[in-house]
C-alpha cells in the first residue's frame, strides 16, 4: 500500500465516508461520475480513488484553472486542461481525447457529465463519444453523500444509442437513491 493510499484510507475513516468497488477497473476506462452538486465532489471523488489503490484517472478541468500556481498542483494530479475558446477548431475535444486514449496504454478518465454543479438534467455526451471512439467501457461511479460512500458499481452498456444508454445510466442514480451534497442540484432527463 502506498503512502498516498494510506493517507487517503485514514481521511475517509475520520470522515466517516468509505470507497469500494466489486469489479475489477480496466487499464483503460470511462469513469462516469455522478451526481455533481459541489465543489466537494472533487475531493470525496479524488480521495476515494486513491484509497483503493488501483484507481488513478485522469479528469477534465477549466483550463482557467492552469494558471500559476494552480497548475503546480492539478497536473501533477491528473489535470487535463479544457480550453473552450480555442482557435483551433481543426478536432474537436472529444476527438483529441480518443486519440490520446488510443494511443496510451493506460488511460483512466472521470467525468462528471452534467457538467456543472448547478441544476442540469440534460448531460453533456462527450463521455459516452470518448468511450465508444476509443473502444474503452464506462464505469458507473457513485458519490452518495447519503451514505458517505464512493463507489465503482458496475460497467454501463454501451449499444450505440446514446440517448438510450446515458438515460438508463441516469436512471441507475435515481433507482438506487444516490444522493449528491446538494440533492435538489440533480435531475435527470425524463
Known amino acids: 500500500m502506498s503512502i498516498s493510499q494510506a ?3 485514514l481521511i475517509l475513516k ?3 465516508w468509505t470507497a469500494e468497488t466489486k469489479i475489477e477497473i480496466p487499464k483503460k476506462c470511462i469513469f462516469c461520475v455522478a451526481p455533481h452538486t459541489s465543489n466537494m465532489d472533487f475531493w470525496i471523488g479524488k480521495i476515494g480513488y486513491t ?3 488501483t484507481v488513478r484517472p485522469n479528469f477534465l478541468i477549466k483550463s482557467e ?3 500559476f500556481p494552480f497548475n503546480l498542483f492539478f497536473g501533477p494530479i491528473g489535470g487535463i486542461p479544457v480550453y473552450r475558446n480555442s482557435k483551433d477548431k481543426s478536432k474537436s475535444m472529444v476527438e483529441s481525447i480518443v486519440e490520446e486514449a488510443k494511443k496510451r496504454d493506460t488511460f483512466q478518465l472521470a467525468i462528471t457529465p452534467e457538467g456543472t454543479r448547478s441544476l442540469n438534467s440534460k448531460w453533456k ?3 459516452y463519444y470518448i468511450a465508444q471512439g476509443a473502444n474503452i467501457p464506462i464505469l458507473i461511479v457513485a458519490l452518495d453523500f447519503g451514505r ?3 463507489y465503482i458499481s458496475h460497467q454501463a452498456e454501451i449499444t450505440g444509442d446514446a440517448d438510450a444508454d446515458i438515460k ?3 436512471r441507475w442514480y435515481v433507482d438506487n437513491d444516490i444522493k449528491g451534497k446538494y440533492p435538489e442540484k440533480f435531475s435527470i432527463e425524463e
Do not use: D, E, P, Y
Open 125 to 127: 455526451r462527450g463521455f
Open 7 to 9: 493517507i487517503c484510507k
Open 14 to 16: 475520520a470522515t466517516g
Open 51 to 53: 484509497s483503493l489503490g
Open 148 to 150: 458517505k460512500k464512493v
Open 168 to 170: 438508463a445510466i441516469q
Open 65 to 67: 484553472w492552469f494558471r
